[in-house]
């Protein structure tokens, strides 16, 4: 009997409850804060620290009952990723991000949202 816990695979996107039909990677921040090493000539002098932005990146399957106005339209949306691994990231006051471009070849459109707050629950 194996032990192996699944950390990688299928993954569930909901858009203020409405699930979409997900078609690739999903990517979520593990880190909010991003820490730089300042350098001198005496070595390392300490580190500088900037803030990134909670998001949710994916790519879905451009069904015929995609929600495209509702992604469009709305900037307090609420957008949970379920991981593969059982963990779920929420990004609340969400808005979609630039552009989101179908790919009539494959049938895909890849999605950015941006938000206010965004963590694991």
Known sequence: ????????GTCY???????????????VPLNLKVRESIMS??????YKETLRAPFVKLTANFTRDFPFET????DNMTITAELANGSVYVLSQAWLEG???INASDGTVSLEFRGKN????
């Open 1 to 8: 009997m194996s032990n192996t816990l699944r950390i990688a």
């Open 13 to 27: 996107i909901k858009v203020d409850g409405t699930q979409l039909d997900v078609n690739g990677s999903v990517e």
């Open 41 to 46: 000539t005496q070595g390392n002098s300490g």
């Open 71 to 74: 992604l469009s339209e709305n």
């Open 99 to 101: 552009e989101a471009d």
């Open 118 to 121: 965004g963590g694991f629950n």
